[in-house]
């Protein structure tokens, strides 16, 4: 009996190194599949010294070793020793990060393990089950019931493993995630960030109940075929079941189109008359049902074309200006991580009372509540992945990391008619083997998604002696939106500086303005020359929007840095910072400051020119 019994467990470990290995598929529209919750309060301990995980000698422990902490912390009687325990009384809620929810933990960057137990009723006619995590900041080892899924590196995007059959029980599922939030020099980002590394389950966790054979992704969009308006796009199977088809249905269009599975990826295209463009003023979606022999899945979708057409960017054809302000994913009130659907609703409500049209999510994937609460309220999405700053561009593994959270952040996103550009990075210091890492970004982004821009936010050759303001950086070459920082009259001069201020470009390309921005203490007021007033920051928007009125033609938006007050380490002025960035439109309570009344009007005047 041993023996079977020790063979039967090399099988199931090797069959699970296998499956670990190969669970990267990321399920889409999670929203419209057949799931479980398991947020709520999860139990947790800090493990600061990794001891759950490594033995005394530093060791990575055996998956048994009943020292672990993915292996239960309840004694099989009371002469076992055991070091480790998941109480009731120390409990995080998921999702949310860490650092906002218990006062020890607001600077923590480490280790936490969080344990989750729950019961499962496997269904009558039981397919693959997968455990889904919205995004976990910033590394997640994952294990159920002792043995190990697999592991994830990247904190703001979606993963999925594939939980093998005979694992899951009906009583008393033990699930633990080691979260590790420490920042690396290899990692994306990397050590050296301006925005707080809030850590945790930081988005919601799921089951995901799937058919024997499903639908794992789609892409579903706007083509334009001899000049008439279709939908194209493919869909993509678990498996090709010969005599098996996809049937697409648009109900309000009258349209139900069926496709014969001959391999895992079908094509999909089919002309739709009479069809609605989605856009800022007209969010118009279609409920889309795409069903194949065992799974259907739908979701609401807007379809609109957008692309850059010499120095112009035409969104359904037209020119379009974006009256954007870029956004942090956090909740100023509550300094925390936002996560829900009403903290969507109020970042983009405050976005949409600016007068916006657009929002850059930085510097990093929002969640999914996010981009879809955009689609139904008609604000156009920036979206962007965090390779910021000083990435090491010079190794392998670290561009592989950056491609990985590329894919998933546009597998999420790819049916969301709101997001119209993806961003590679932002602020990268020009170097070659630099551009040849976000070159090489950029192309997988085409390849990934041909039907959206591609972008970066680069930086400005400030000549103050010709007194032009030059962006020639290299990168500009590959991307078709040119977009640049600039700080004039915050970092380099004063508001002033602006008055003179003449900007040129290398490129033949659409230009935007992807941040701007000054500091301002919300309520500290003087004259407009002194630093940190609600005077001053609105100095500087005045100064830098009556610039805007003499920027290159091919200047078609702006996006200022930023809609909210923000937490970032770098910023200890006591008096006017204390670990705040103050650049916020709205300050931490939500009050508005001086400079979003002259952002506003100006938004307002440019919507009443229609661009
Ligand atoms: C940079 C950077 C932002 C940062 C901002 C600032 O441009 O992109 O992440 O917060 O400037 O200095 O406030």
């Not at 923590?108 to 969080?114: C, D, F, L, R, S």
């Not at 609605?276 to 069903?291: A, D, E, F």
Request: hydrophobic residues 35%.
């Amino acid at each position: 009996m041993v023996r079977k019994s020790a063979v039967g467990l090399v099988l199931m470990l090797m069959m699970t190194t296998l499956l670990t290995a190969q669970a990267d598929h990321l399920i889409g529209n999670i929203p419209g599949r057949k799931t479980i919750s398991l947020n709520g309060s999860w139990r947790y301990i800090i493990d600061s010294y990794e001891t759950g995980f490594y033995n005394y000698r530093y060791k990575e422990r055996r998956q048994t070793d009943p020292e672990a902490y993915w292996n239960t912390d309840i004694p099989r009687n009371s002469s076992e020793r055991k070091e480790h325990g998941y109480t009731n009384s120390r409990t995080l809620q998921v999702p949310g990060d860490w650092n906002s929810q218990d006062k020890k933990l607001l600077y923590y960057e480490g280790t936490i393990w969080y344990k989750k137990s729950f019961d499962y009723k496997m269904p009558p006619s039981p397919g693959p089950v997968f455990l889904y995590f919205g995004a976990v900041n910033y590394r997640a080892d994952v294990y159920l019931n002792g043995v190990k899924l697999g592991m994830h590196k990247g904190g703001f995007t979606a993963f999925n493993f594939e939980i093998p059959d005979t694992l899951l029980k009906r009583t008393g599922n033990f699930l633990v995630v080691k979260v590790d939030n420490r920042r690396h020099a290899n990692e994306i980002p990397t050590l050296n960030t301006d925005w707080w590394n809030y850590g945790g389950i930081t988005r919601d966790v799921m089951l995901v109940e799937l058919p024997r054979s499903y639908i794992i992704d789609y892409s579903v969009h706007l083509k334009r075929i001899a000049g008439n308006d279709s939908i194209g796009g493919w869909v993509r199977l678990s498996g090709a079941n010969p005599g098996e088809k996809i049937i697409v249905e648009i109900p309000e269009l009258k349209i139900k189109q069926s496709y014969n599975v001959e391999n895992a990826q079908v094509g999909i295209a089919f002309v739709a008359r009479n069809l609605q463009y989605w856009s800022p003023l007209t969010p118009k979606r279609y409920r889309v049902i795409i069903s194949s022999g065992l799974d259907r899945v739908e979701e609401s979708i807007g379809f609109r074309s957008i692309e850059a057409s010499g120095r112009q960017v035409l969104l359904n054809g037209q020119p379009l200006f974006m009256r954007g302000i870029s956004i942090h994913e956090e909740i100023p009130g509550g300094m925390r991580r936002a996560h829900s659907k009403a903290d969507a609703l109020q970042l983009l409500g405050w976005a949409k009372e600016l007068g916006c049209n657009m929002v850059r999510l930085a510097h990093y994937p929002h969640n999914e509540m996010m981009t879809r609460m955009a689609d139904s309220l008609g604000i156009l999405v920036w979206s962007e992945i965090p390779v910021y700053w000083t990435i090491n561009f010079s190794q392998a593994e670290v561009l592989d990391k950056a491609k990985t959270q590329l894919r998933e952040m546009i597998t999420r996103d790819r049916n969301r008619s709101s997001v119209i550009i993806w961003s590679v990075g932002n602020e990268t210091p020009v170097s070659e083997i630099r551009t040849e890492f976000m070159r090489s970004l950029l192309e997988q982004a085409r390849e990934l998604d041909d039907t959206r821009l591609v972008s970066a936010a680069l930086e400005v050759h400030y000549d103050r002696e010709n007194n032009i303001n030059l962006i020639d950086d290299p990168l500009g070459k590959y991307v078709d939106l040119v977009s640049f920082n600039e700080y004039l009259g915050w970092y380099v001069g004063t508001p002033a500086s602006c008055r003179t201020a003449n900007w040129k470009t290398i490129y033949d390309k659409p230009l935007f303005i992807s941040e701007t921005g000054a500091e301002a203490l919300s309520g500290y007021h003087g004259g407009e020359a002194v630093m940190w007033t609600e005077e001053y920051q609105a100095w500087y928007y005045r100064e830098q929007l009556a610039m805007l009125d003499r920027m290159p033609s091919n200047f078609v938006g702006i996006s200022p840095w930023l809609l909210v007050d923000f937490r970032s380490p770098r910023r200890n002025n006591p008096e006017f910072q204390d670990g705040w960035n103050n650049k916020g439109l709205f300050d931490h309570s939500g009050k508005k400051k001086k400079a979003f009344y002259l952002l506003r009007a100006y938004y307002n005047k440019k919507a009443s020119l229609k661009n």
